[in-house]
């Protein structure tokens, strides 16, 4: 079964830092791995994904994350964050019909 | 930018009754989705649909639920006797072969 875990579960970061967030699946197969976002109030926005090739993916709003198989992390990056990156960040592992496991999210606070 | 379309954005409703959701996928997209959270906890996988039947359901996805595509445009997600472990944030998905899920804002669904 694949499943996601997300070892943090609220980061503060000043603004104008660097912001890491970590994430490990469980799959059998190659994943399809994705990254959203959710404001408050607000649907699940994707920053990113990943299907295959380059391990290094790039999102929007400057974001981008690495694929590692060896470590089964897809950990998402930001050199630089905005008070607006305030948010829920949540990674998703999928097969390739889409069906996908969540986890359990990340809120960062950004701090001024 | 295209976009998935939910109606109601909140719904509160009693216990016991039924309660449609409705969405509106993006135009060219063949494969459906609904998935919930409930508050405080991770977005979980209930329904997939393609090609006017069910591809998959998860675990949660009992007999009081059902989804339909009824006119080509709407795709609807019937809870037929609500109970209180209803109330979540229900969200729609869409996607065409091979490419990215969309989801929607989401439909707050409050069983009181």
């Known amino acids: 079964a694949q499943s996601v875990t997300q070892p943090d579960i609220h980061i503060t970061v000043s603004e104008g830092a660097s912001l890491e967030l970590r994430c490990n699946y469980s799959?059998?197969?190659?994943?399809?791995l994705f990254w959203y976002v959710q404001s408050p109030g607000q649907g699940l926005q994707l920053l990113l994904k990943y299907f295959s090739g380059d391990t290094l993916v790039q999102g929007i709003k400057g974001f981008e994350a690495e694929f590692k198989r060896s470590q089964s992390s897809f950990n998402l990056r930001k050199p630089s964050v905005h008070w607006s990156d305030a948010a829920e960040y949540f990674c998703a592992v999928g097969s390739n019909d889409y069906k996908l496991s969540f986890g359990a999210g990340t809120t960062v606070t950004v701090r001024a | 930018e295209p976009e998935v379309t939910q109606t109601p954005s909140h719904q509160v409703t009693q216990m016991g009754q039924e309660v449609i959701l409705r969405c509106v996928p993006i135009?060219?997209?063949?494969?459906f989705y609904w998935y919930r959270q409930i508050l405080g906890q991770k977005v979980e996988f209930l329904v997939s649909f393609y090609n006017n039947e069910i591809s998959e359901k998860s675990e949660i996805f009992d007999d009081q639920f059902s989804v339909e595509r009824p006119d080509g445009s709407n795709f609807t997600l019937k809870i037929r006797s609500t109970k209180l472990e209803d109330s979540a944030m229900y969200f729609c998905?869409?996607?065409?072969?091979?490419?990215?899920?969309?989801f929607g804002e989401g439909s707050w669904l409050t069983v009181v």
């Open positions: 998905a869409s996607r065409v072969e091979g490419n990215t899920i969309y």
């Open positions: 799959y059998g197969a190659t994943p399809y």
């Open positions: 135009s060219n997209h063949l494969y």
